[in-house]
């Protein structure tokens, strides 16, 4: 019913927590180890990743530790096209499920059979200070419209681990010229579920926080040409046949990622920054929002004295 693909890179000690997480509880509840399926794509680490991996001896476990790295976007569309099962779940090997989340997630998919599902996670720096948390007592699953679902998710659409969605929903769109121009974007896994949000049927959300995420990604990428640039081009491209849900995404991106807008910032020069924004591309992106104009624009016309408190700020609060 269900496959958990993981993309590792040289991320050991998470990668160790995450799977002891998901064998307890599928050890404590058999009737849902027979639903699960865990893959898990090695990206040529360079620490032991691969000889742990090698260790592993569970029947519902596959492994490919790849001879090269072939890039994080690339490791996560190939791993993603090699799901066989109805539901696929893409799981940072660095963001940690709560206890008990699996058994639920398998019960509400046998009975409700969702296009897409969103999983709220809660930040934080080390996720072995403490215990992993269980499920809260009071968790519920709602049903929601395209509208709702993409104000609730907000900047989270671009959080791989929060979305279980139908791969046979995506089997539909997966030549869809749209969708193939998201490879090699840093946002590859828009291309999967997006075609659910596209349809407006069976999407749900749950109520509480259910994942520990650090935040941190091995992928190197400008902030400023991601989420500035890449992202509203992407989503405008895959929303194009409905520019409500994509002005709307965007709308919430550009405010969310202000202060990361503002700590991508380098000086060119002691009065301003220009040599270091691509404003030209940015506008071209983002010219038909308001919220462009009023909060990051005029950044370029500041001089630095004025600019360095709002970087300073994007800072604190990034």
Known sequence: MLTIYIPTY??????????????????????????????IFNNNSSDDTEKYLKSLTRNNVFVVN???NIGGDAN??????????????????DDIPYNGLL????????????????LPAVW?????KDSIPSVASDFFIKKRNPEQFIKIAGIKLTFISSFIFSFRHYSLFKNNEDVRLTANSNFAQLAFFSPAIISGRGLYVINHAVIRATGNTNFQYSLI????????????????????????????????FLPSFLYSIRFGSSKSFDKYI?????KSALRSYKAFWIFVYPLKFLPKFLAL????LGRLFR
């Open 66 to 68: 790849r001879k090269n």
């Open 278 to 282: 691509p404003w030209e591309s940015l």
């Open 225 to 256: 040409n991601s989420f500035g640039i890449d992202l509203p081009n992407i989503v405008k491209k895959i929303f194009a046949i409905n520019t409500t849900l994509s002005d709307l995404i965007i709308k919430n991106l550009v405010i969310a």
């Open 10 to 39: 040289n991320r050991l000690r998470h990668l160790q927590l995450l799977l002891t997480s998901l064998f307890v509880e599928l050890d404590e509840h058999p009737s849902i180890s027979s639903n699960v399926i865990i893959k």
């Open 309 to 312: 408190p709002l970087v300073v």
């Open 103 to 118: 058994t639920k997630i398998i019960q509400f998919l046998t009975l409700q059979k969702p296009d897409l599902l969103y």
């Open 76 to 93: 996560i569309s190939d791993g993603i096209k090699q799901c066989d099962t109805e539901y696929l779940w893409i799981l940072g090997d």
């Open 124 to 128: 934080c720096s080390d996720v072995f």
